[in-house]
């Protein structure tokens, strides 16, 4: 397993990308299916398709938060199990994996119970109505069931993808999307069980993915293993995995804020129509958004681990060719999206008042995008190094700085279509500022580099 790991130190950079960005990234695909396919299905239903649908994006901001958690467990210590790897500190990795394992199982409990109690006001102020949230409320019941399979199927598999083992990680997603792409149409058409056959579908795939990440890192094909020792507290560990992990739960959190802003400012200035938009907005910007987190999180392992080894060339290298493929994609799936909107929102519903207002409002909300996979790129890499805070300045930039205050104000002058006006802006800014702030901060990594190697000389 050692020489697995430390390929990432000497094999070619363009064949250790083809090797495990590729898998990654055809893992968040697949991973994004569980709730594309939900909506795509719901949204379909006769008669009440547009409403369940409207019903489902409500709940968005609850799942978003839930999967937060996961990548504050996943991707702050996933990073650094990999740079102990990279220092031939095999105990020290397994502590980090292992405390994750814990700081998992906590939240899973605390967010269950949190959501059942409070689930019906949250759901109203985030923008239901009586007449959605009956369809929130039957996919929430069921949905909140799973949450410690959310937890265990997101976070842990991180850790197998931190090793090198992009294609087991693959797997793990993969074999719960092909279960929930399955059971979707059987349980919500044939068994009539709508929304709730979509909800059921759901915890049941993630629970066949969480038992197979699970299987895996308790296994020795895994290079650090779940052990018993070491699932005592480390606090040390924690704070050390909560101070990277921020970051990218930052990330995600404050998309289930952003959720909740865009929902109850459509449903003030505009109606259910507005509010049922924005889900259909949103599942096509995960459409390129998972996937270049995928890229980008594939590559992870690269950096960390070369970062730890002191190797600031290969880091060189392998962020320029991430860059260049993350713009290359943002820009091609924007194009598409300004060009072809309505064929986009006929993928989740059948409504003619609904695509017809999505084919107005999606070139708008995705005018931006293009530039967005720089940022993406950049704050994975100073998450790979550990930086993270500069990590957690860019994740509050565009979402906390930017987006949200743009989507309050905005509206107050331009109607409804500020909201949508507000995410192109935001896109647009922070993904400048990161790429400055990433060029600043590697000349002063080369140049230290370069110090170190005359005082070796």
Known sequence: MQKDNERLGTEPIGKLIWQLALPAVAAQLVNVLYNIVDRMYIGHIPVVGAQALTGLGICFPILILISAFSAFVGNGGAPLAAIQMGKKNKEGAERILNNGVVMLIGFSIILT???????????????????????????????????????????????????????????????????????????????????????????????????????????????????????????????????????????????????????????????????????????????????????????????????????????????????????????????????????????????????????????IFMAGIWIFGIQMACQAAFLGMGQAKISLFLALLRKVILLIPLALILPKFTGVMGIFYSEPIADVLSAVTAGILFVRFFRKLLRMNGDKEKEMA
């Open 113 to 363: 119970v949190v959501f059942y109690i409070f689930k019906e006001p949250f759901l109203y102020a985030f923008g239901a109505s009586d007449d959605t949230i009956v369809y929130a409320l039957q996919y929430l019941d069921i949905y909140l069931l799973g949450t410690v399979f959310v937890q265990f199927a997101m976070g842990l598999n991180m850790f197998i993808t931190s090793q090198g083992f992009a294609k087991t990680a693959m797997l793990s997603v993969l074999i719960g999307a092909v279960i929930n792409i399955v059971l979707d149409p059987i349980l919500i058409f044939v068994f009539d069980m709508g929304v709730q056959g979509a909800a059921i579908a759901t915890i049941f795939s993630q629970a066949c993915s969480a038992i197979w990440v699970v299987r895996f890192l308790c296994s020795e094909k895994s290079g650090i293993r779940i052990k018993k020792e070491y699932m005592k507290p480390n606090w040390k560990i924690i704070g050390s995995i909560a101070a990277l992990g921020v970051s990218p739960f930052i990330m995600q959190a404050t998309e289930s804020l952003i959720n909740i802003i865009f929902n109850s400012g459509l449903q003030h200035y505009g109606n259910d129509l507005y509010v049922g938009s924005m889900t259909i907005l949103q599942s096509v910007m995960q459409l390129i958004s998972v996937p270049v987190m995928g890229l980008t999180m594939g590559t992870q392992p690269i950096i960390s681990y070369n970062y730890g080894a002191e190797n600031v060339q290969r880091i060189k290298k392998t962020v320029g060719i991430v860059v260049g493929i993350t713009f290359s994609l943002t820009t091609l799936y924007c194009l598409a999206t300004v060009f072809f909107p309505t064929i986009f929102a006929s993928l989740f519903t059948t409504n003619a008042e609904l695509i017809a207002l999505v084919g107005k409002v999606l070139p």
